[in-house]
DNA sequence: GACCAGTGTCAACACTTGTTGGCCTACACT
DNA sequence: AGTGTAGGCCAACAAGTGTTGACACTGGTC
């Protein structure tokens, strides 16, 4: 990066009314989805006028494109504990889905991958590249080294399980999905997770 | 109201198209969701004209009323083998959704209740309704004739992972989910719903 | 001062949505 | 015959959508 007085990368003053279009889009589309979360909505919750939102990122795709970009931050597994994979897991996703500011991407992200093809082909891709890796350490206690061949398998059960807890509590909100305190869910949903993993 | 002649309720000739309506709304609900299943496609797959869907069901809102009404038919599990109730429930299940003739209306059930707030009350009562009663039998072996106080959790649970198949393999789908066989799914997905029910 | 790109607003476009009223047709009845 | 009514199509409405272009205000550089 050049440094010369101001140039280059002087702070532009749109900057932040980037970083409002893109919060409040996140917001938008994880409360009502693709289709709902109107332009005109996002413009007015970022304080803005709906042309800003087009003239910034070309469409409302474009925009959805660029709020919603997922990183689910998997923790290496290698150096956890073989029986402590499941809860290790399920620990980790309860901090993203449902604390954590990615919270409303991941929402945003499960919302319109449901009714929008773009949506769930996104949604593929995430699970491909960052969930599916993670079983090359499944399979029983001792076949160390070797990547079983249900290892895909393994993996969408436990993505399967996992994104059906946030439906259920996020989503759909079941009284009693909604009811169970963390370590509730993290005693009852452990132990599945463990034996899809490490069964 | 009129009863003129002997047959008072004389197969009347709309009640075809009604029927054709119906069928279209429930595959366009399914295919594409709330928003983006319009009453114009659903009449265009029904070949009739647009102003009929709404001369029959009032509003758009009345014709997804009509159309999905879920009945998941669960069985009675008081029969059951008690080492038995994941597999049967598991079995239920993927023959419902993924082959019965109703598998249209769940698709749609699970796409609007997403996105529609009005769809995911109408889950939560199916949940409340027809689920939840199902975990009645649950709890530890010895416990016989006592509901357990964690009932509601556990069948939320059950629920949590089914929707969450149901999304991977249907809606989402997941490549290793979708390859999965039927068996396949029982033999992975049958001992954590059977822990979560009598474990 | 003049300039000029970045930032913003306003009004309007073209299109799709759910919904409505008018008019025509076919059938069941007397 | 004739007549009433349910079934059906057509054209249009008002509202809301994403998107575009013309115009106005800033801030800093010459």
Redesign the interface.
């Known amino acids: 990066m050049p440094e010369t007085t101001a140039p280059a990368t002087p702070a532009r003053r749109g900057d932040a009314t980037r970083a409002a279009i893109l919060a409040a889009a996140r917001e938008r589309f994880a409360a009502?989805?693709y289709?709902?979360a109107t332009v005109r909505a996002i413009a007015q919750e970022a304080r803005i006028d709906p042309s800003m939102v087009i003239r910034y990122f070309g469409s409302k795709e474009g925009l959805f494109a660029a709020a919603v970009d997922v990183d689910l931050r998997l923790p290496d597994l290698t150096g956890v504990p073989r029986d402590e994979l499941g809860a290790t897991l399920v620990r980790h996703f309860l901090d993203l889905w449902e604390t954590g500011p990615a919270s409303a991407v991941l929402v945003a992200m499960?919302?319109v991958?449901?009714?929008n093809p773009a949506g769930?082909a996104r949604?593929?891709q995430v699970?491909?590249e960052q969930v599916?890796p993670l079983a090359r350490i499944a399979g029983p206690a001792g076949s160390a080294g070797e990547v079983p061949d249900d290892a895909?398998?393994r993996?969408?059960?436990v993505?399967?399980?996992?994104?059906?807890?946030a439906?259920?509590?996020l989503?759909?909100?079941?009284?009693?999905?909604v009811?169970?305190s963390r370590d509730?869910v993290v005693r009852?949903?452990a132990?599945?997770v463990q034996?899809?993993l490490a069964g």
Chains 1, 2 share one sequence.
């Open positions: 009502d989805g289709e709902r499960l919302r991958g449901v009714t769930a949604m593929q699970f491909a599916a895909p398998a993996a969408a059960l993505a399967s399980h996992l994104l059906g807890l439906l259920t509590r989503v759909l909100r079941f009284e009693p999905a009811a169970m509730d009852w949903v132990p599945a034996r899809y």
